[in-house]
Every structure is written in structure tokens, then in C-alpha cells.
T-cell receptor, first 117, second 114 residues
Framework: EPEVTQTPSHQVTQMGQEVILRCVPISNHLYFYWYRQILGQKVEFLVSFYNNEISEKSEIFDDQFSVERPDGSNFTLKIRSTKLEDSAMYFC???????????????FGPGTRLTVL | GENVEQHPSTLSVQEGDSAVIKCTYSDSASNYFPWYKQELGKRPQLIIDIRSNVGEKKDQRIAVTLNKTAKHFSLHITETQPEDSAVYFCAASIHSGGYQKVTFGTGTKLQVIP
């Protein structure tokens, strides 16, 4: 069964550094999402992306964050200048287009644990 | 924006008993309500979902009910098993033009005692 994949599984960085988290969504999916989960807390929506543009973003997704689909398969989240409070698990998810059947189900990747020192 | 509250935060049941987790939401425009199971260190996985035009949905031992008027929905797990132990998240989503903004609840840590 197709799965969403993410790399790296764990990223350690110094405060102020830029990081890029990578995701490969399921191949026939057209809607892509990033979430974060601080240890022991709930999953928080960051951004949704469709047709090469952001369709929705949360207040967490400020100017330090950006997303990109650089080619036909990858979907990336960039944090320009990391802060200590950016330490969290970052999940990518994807879903099919439309509003029918199970197409609105979001499939999550295994996550990237980001540690900012 | 949407606010989803979830109760209880922890729940312990004996194997074979039922477990009920309740959620409320604030935005009447929310029209899709998924439930996710997250095992320790793993990704959230959808276990059941319900749309706003349906009041109840069942899948084997799992059922979800939705009361749109009261803006609350619940997850029911019957005949619980040790492998049901995990954190369960409810979520409310506004599905518009195909994309979703999903707001998660704070999670319920379910422990099924053998």
C-alpha cells in the first residue's frame, strides 16, 4: 500500500539555522499538508497546499515558514531561522482531490523529529 | 477559528469493557470529523470519520456519533482489547473546495488493562 514518506527522521540544528524537511506524498494525491506536534501535545495544523499554492495556513505558519513543491514528487517545509520553540515532530500528510468516498482522508507520514539546540 | 475540546484526557478500562471519548467543536461550518489513533512514536492513523450529513457511523467495534445542533461528537469503542491502548485524537475539519483545515483535539490516552 502506498505511504507518505518523510526525510530525515530526526534533524538536529542550532538555533538560527535554516532547516528543510522533506516529504514524498502518495503519488496520485493532490492536496498536501504540514502539521507539527510538540512532545506530548496535540497535532497542530500548519499549512495546506494545492495546485502549487498555499490554500490555508494557521497563525503558527509565519514568515519564517515556507513550503514548496520543487518537482513532481517532493513537498518541502522550510524554516528559515529556527527557534528553540520550533522543536517538535513535523508530520506531512496528503489526500486525494475532491469530496467523495474516502478521498478526503489524510494519510500521514512517519514524521521528522526536529530538535533545535 | 475552530476550537476542539476533548475529554477525558486519560481513560483506563478493563479489557472487554467499552470506552467513550467525547469532543465538542465551536465552528458550525465544520463538516468533517475524523478520529485518529496514535501509538507511541508513530504517525496518526485514521480509524473512523463522519461527515456532517450523517448522525452515526459504525465500523466493527468502533462507532462515532455526531450531534450537529449541540456541536459534539463521540467515539465509542466496544469490547476493548490491549492493542486499543493508544492516544486518540478527534478532529474537526472545514472541507472547502477540496482542501481541509483540520483542528485536532487535545487527545485521550486510552489504557486497556488486560
Amino acid at each position: 500500500e502506498p505511504e507518505v514518506t518523510q526525510t530525515p527522521s530526526h534533524q538536529v540544528t542550532q538555533m538560527g539555522q535554516e532547516v528543510i524537511l522533506r516529504c514524498v506524498p502518495i503519488s496520485n494525491h493532490l492536496y498536501f499538508y504540514w502539521y507539527r506536534q510538540i512532545l506530548g501535545q496535540k497535532v497542530e495544523f500548519l499549512v495546506s497546499f494545492y495546485n502549487n499554492e498555499i490554500s490555508e495556513k494557521s497563525e503558527i505558519f509565519d514568515d519564517q515558514f515556507s513550503v514548496e513543491r520543487p518537482d513532481g514528487s517532493n513537498f518541502t517545509l522550510k524554516i528559515r531561522s529556527t527557534k528553540l520553540e520550533d522543536s517538535a515532530m513535523y508530520f506531512c500528510a496528503s489526500s486525494e482531490a475532491g469530496w467523495g468516498g474516502r478521498s478526503n482522508e489524510q494519510f500521514f507520514g512517519p514524521g521528522t523529529r526536529l530538535t533545535v539546540l | 477559528g475552530e476550537n476542539v475540546e476533548q475529554h477525558p484526557s486519560t481513560l483506563s478500562v478493563q479489557e472487554g469493557d467499552s470506552a467513550v471519548i467525547k469532543c465538542t467543536y465551536s465552528d458550525s461550518a465544520s463538516n468533517y470529523f475524523p478520529w485518529y489513533k496514535q501509538e507511541l512514536g508513530k504517525r496518526p492513523q485514521l480509524i473512523i470519520d463522519i461527515r456532517s450529513n450523517v448522525g452515526e457511523k459504525k465500523d466493527q467495534r468502533i462507532a462515532v456519533t455526531l450531534n450537529k445542533t449541540a456541536k459534539h461528537f463521540s467515539l465509542h469503542i466496544t469490547e476493548t482489547q490491549p492493542e486499543d491502548s493508544a492516544v486518540y485524537f478527534c478532529a474537526a475539519s472545514i472541507h472547502s473546495g477540496g482542501y481541509q483545515k483540520v483542528t485536532f483535539g487535545t487527545g485521550t490516552k486510552l489504557q486497556v488493562i488486560p
